[in-house]
C-alpha cells in the first residue's frame, strides 16, 4: 500500500511561480510512472507532465517552456516547478504513481489558484 501527500498549492497572482511537491510512502520497490494531472471544476482531468522511470519526461503543450517535472528518490518526492502562471493554470493539481510493476496510486490534491 502506497500514500501519496500533494503540497505547495495556494493564492498566486499572474506571473508568479509555486512549487509543487508530491511525498510517497509505503512499499515501492519500483517506480514505472510519475505523473502531475489538473482539474478544473466542470472539466476533465488532464496530464499536465510525467517522469518515466528511466527519466524521460512529457508535458502538456500549454505548460511546455513554463514548468519542470522533477524527481528525488533518495526523498520519495516528486515535484511541480511552475512559472509564469497563467489564470487558465487554475485547477486542483493530482499526483500519480505507478509502481511495484503496473500498480496505481492518486494524491488527494493540492489547489493553486492564479489571479489576474
Known amino acids: 500500500q502506497v500514500q501519496l501527500v500533494e503540497s505547495g498549492g495556494g493564492l498566486v497572482q499572474a506571473g508568479g511561480s509555486l512549487r509543487l511537491s508530491c511525498a510517497a510512502s509505503?512499499?515501492?520497490?519500483?517506480?514505472?510512472?510519475m505523473g502531475w494531472f489538473r482539474q478544473a471544476p466542470g472539466k476533465q482531468r488532464d496530464l499536465v507532465a510525467s517522469?518515466?522511470?528511466?527519466?524521460?519526461?512529457t508535458y502538456a503543450d500549454s505548460v511546455k517552456g513554463r514548468f519542470t517535472i522533477s524527481r528525488d528518490n533518495a526523498k520519495n518526492t516528486v515535484y511541480l516547478q511552475m512559472n509564469s502562471l497563467k489564470f487558465e493554470d487554475t485547477a486542483r493539481y493530482y499526483c500519480k504513481w505507478v509502481v511495484n510493476g503496473g500498480n496505481g496510486y492518486w494524491g488527494q490534491g493540492t489547489q493553486v489558484t492564479v489571479s489576474t
Open positions: 509505503g512499499s515501492i520497490f519500483s517506480i514505472s510512472y
Open positions: 517522469i518515466a522511470g528511466g527519466g524521460r519526461t
